[in-house]
């Protein structure tokens, strides 16, 4: 019997680490191939990016330190394209890097935004794009859609995605 609880509880561990640090409401604006993104991010992350790079604790960024927090919390999710899937029927859709990219805050907040290039237009059927970390580090909400043609759905999954017809 002790052997069997050790077994299970080793099989199980994997779920116990398994669950996000980084909460992020995401709000996304398409229109022609460009997708605005806006990402609020919850108080704790806030806290640590201005714990970590708020120089001179105004809850702002301005300056070198945006410079500084973009190069060491923003640049590198080129390499994740930026937690964004766009498929085109079946076939994968390449993400552009990054545009436009700013950050503000609340006393409690940060928010990035910025813009990805998508080949959407060149679609002729119905393109999906879906905004989440498949690592589960960061859970990703899609709380808001806009643009022509989009409407927010669910997958099989529990995933939202947007759907542009």
């Known amino acids: 019997m002790k052997q069997l609880i050790i077994l299970l509880l080793l099989l199980c561990s994997g779920l116990v680490w398994a669950h996000p640090h980084v909460w992020i409401e995401s709000r996304l ?4 191939s460009t997708v605005d993104i806006v990402w609020e991010f919850d108080e704790m992350f806030s806290n640590i990016l ?7 604790r105004d809850r702002q ?3 070198m330190e945006v410079k500084k927090l ?5 640049d590198n999710l080129v390499n994740f394209d930026y937690f964004m ?20 805050s609340t006393k409690k907040k940060v928010t ?3 813009s990805l290039n998508i080949p959407i237009k060149n679609c002729k059927g119905v393109v999906q794009l879906y905004n989440y970390d498949e690592t589960y580090y960061s859970d990703i909400s899609v709380v808001q859609v806009s643009g ?8 099989v999954g529990g995933r939202k995605f947007v759907e542009i017809k």
């Open 61 to 63: 960024f301005t300056g």
């Open 29 to 32: 604006n398409v229109h022609g």
């Open 148 to 155: 022509n043609g989009t409407v927010l759905q669910d997958d």
């Open 70 to 74: 973009k190069a060491d919390m923003f």
């Open 112 to 114: 990035y935004k910025f």
């Open 85 to 104: 899937r766009g498929y085109c029927g079946n076939d994968m859709l390449e993400i552009g890097s990054a545009e436009n990219f700013s950050i503000s």
């Open 50 to 56: 201005f714990s970590d790079f708020d120089i001179d």
